[in-house]
């Protein structure tokens, strides 16, 4: 049986893994956030554990529009959709504002802004929008910026153009930006940080395997993810850490078919050669020349432990049955690992069709009937047949 974590830990999920999330289990000072509004969070009997509910905002979805675990705020994807009327803007530069908006409007409901994200994913239906999405996401910031991760899904909820999904943390006097020493990494192609800590928790911006000097990328997957594990090895190096201290991995790719000595590339620098992943998740396409994206999250010694986990069951059946799989396959690693289902407080779903939404929305009302946790969904290329593919962040 896994060892709980301390306060503030994440467990973490694989489907085929299940290290050690954390070590021990310690006393902590009690948080001096200012507390959330009574009228738009609804608190467990210990209040570490809120769902936030923002003002005129659906209250029909199958999953929250915000989640806060001790310091921690896990915002549900967002569209350039007015969550109020539902209509949808046109162009990418006015859906991300209407997405960025949406993710303010939430992050209100418990007293805070967008300075206090640590950590955004960017899916884009279309490549050819970075730009434009970049302008408009960078003007909500002033000084420092999140860590991001920005990829091309197979296709975004309602046709929609962009899905931004963020990671908040509370405590604005814990957030700080890692900066390695000039010319050691790529310059960045848009307004990110390379890596920013959140208390204890470093969220690492998606990484390629550019050569600093001039952009260059190997021909291959491997010799991408070697160029990008060392990329990510100087942004851990100015942190103070180490691949020992990585707790989450996802590596996203474009070709599936050639994978080829992938896996022995990416557990290179591990210790022992085993590396926290989750399993890779395709898409059709990355930023520039780049097949092989990884977004890590790593931790201090003995501080709380983050995975972002994927389970599949492409052996259930229909998408319901595979859902509903995978899903029982999550509950089991989150009470074996001494959580609760109630401590679920984020899930990543990424199906192989839409169209399949309506399906599993129906098994996740089933799953999570109360207070259920946020949640992100795009379409992927799910391996092995699966017609879903499920992520799940618990913690306490």
Not at 107 to 112: E, K, Q
Not at 262 to 272: L, N, Q, T
Request: hydrophobic share 45%; net charge negative.
């Amino acid at each position: 049986m896994m060892p709980r974590c301390r306060y503030g830990a994440v467990l973490a999920l694989l489907v085929a893994i299940l290290p050690t999330a954390c070590t021990r289990e310690e006393a902590r000072p009690a948080s001096e956030d200012a507390t959330a509004n009574p009228a738009s969070a609804s608190n467990d009997a210990t209040g570490a554990r809120r769902v936030l509910r923002p003002a005129g905002f659906p209250t029909d979805r199958p999953y929250s529009f915000a989640v806060r675990a001790g310091d921690a705020v896990y915002l549900a994807g967002q569209l350039g959709v007015d969550p109020v009327t539902g209509a949808s803007v046109e162009g990418i530069a006015a859906q991300t504002r209407q997405a960025m908006e949406n993710i303010g409007a939430i992050l209100a409901a418990d007293g805070l802004g967008h300075e206090h994200l640590v950590k955004c994913h960017v899916f884009l239906a279309s490549m050819d929008d970075y730009g434009g999405m970049n302008e408009v996401y960078g003007s909500f910031f002033e000084g420092r910026v999140p860590a991001r991760t920005t990829v091309e899904a197979g296709a975004v909820p309602g046709n929609s153009l962009v899905e931004i999904a963020c990671i908040a943390h509370a405590d604005a006097s814990a957030i700080a930006v890692v900066r390695p020493p000039d010319g050691t990494l790529p310059a960045p192609l848009g307004p990110y940080s390379a890596a920013v800590w959140a208390g204890d928790v470093l969220y690492l911006s998606g990484m390629g395997g550019q050569d600093p000097k001039d952009r260059a990328v190997a021909d291959d997957v491997p010799g991408q993810v070697t160029g990008t594990l060392a990329n990510i090895a100087t942004t851990l190096t100015a942190a103070g850490l180490g691949f020992g201290d990585v707790v989450s991995t996802t590596a996203y790719v474009t070709t599936p078919a050639e994978m080829a000595g992938f896996e022995e590339a990416f557990a290179a620098p591990f210790p022992g050669g085993q590396a926290p992943g989750a399993g890779p998740v395709f898409l059709p396409r990355l930023p520039g020349p780049i097949k092989v994206e990884l977004t890590f999250v790593a931790a201090r010694a003995d501080a709380a432990r983050v995975q972002t986990p994927l389970v599949t069951a492409p052996e259930a059946g229909d998408v319901a049955a595979q859902t509903r799989a995978a899903f029982a396959r999550a509950r089991e690693a989150v009470e074996s690992g001494g959580l609760s289902w109630d401590d679920v407080v984020d899930v990543r779903v990424f199906l192989a069709d839409l169209a399949d939404m309506a399906a599993m929305n129906e098994v996740y009302r089933e799953t999570f009937p109360h207070d259920p946790p946020a949640r992100t969904t795009v379409q992927v290329t799910p391996p092995g047949g699966a017609r879903v593919q499920i992520g799940v962040t618990a913690t306490r």
